[in-house]
């Protein structure tokens, strides 16, 4: 059973700094390319960035995160990573980590950043 668990969500302020965790299970992590979306207070679903399966690999980002968010992964230990850097209040949002299992797009429960100004 796949599981995609997030974790590191928080209430921080705006400017500061945050990473948020997501550990994976249940499926060959090494292989799939995984992504970060975010869904804010009355806004649908948006991509955040994407890397894929080989590192150094392809990433690419939201236009809204692109710059300031850095995503990664670590294949030995099944994580993928999002560094938050310069978090605006624009920023909160339930942020979760997703893969696609074709033909399905599978989701973590979520973990909510709050950025306050």
């Known amino acids: 059973e796949v599981q995609l668990v997030e974790s590191g969500g928080a209430l921080v302020q705006a400017g500061g700094s945050l990473r948020l965790s997501c550990a994976a299970s249940g499926f060959s992590f090494r292989t799939y390319t995984m992504s970060w979306y975010r869904q804010g207070p009355g806004k649908e679903r948006e991509l955040a960035a994407t890397?894929?399966?080989?590192?150094?690999?392809?990433?690419r980002y939201g236009n809204s995160v692109r710059g300031r968010f850095t995503i990664s992964r670590d294949n030995a230990r099944n994580m993928l990573f999002l560094q938050r850097n310069s978090l605006k209040p624009e920023d909160t949002a339930e942020y979760y980590c997703s893969v696609r299992s074709a033909p399905a797009r599978l989701w973590g429960q979520g973990t909510q950043v709050t950025v306050h100004a």
């Open positions: 890397i894929a399966a080989v590192v150094p690999g392809q990433i």
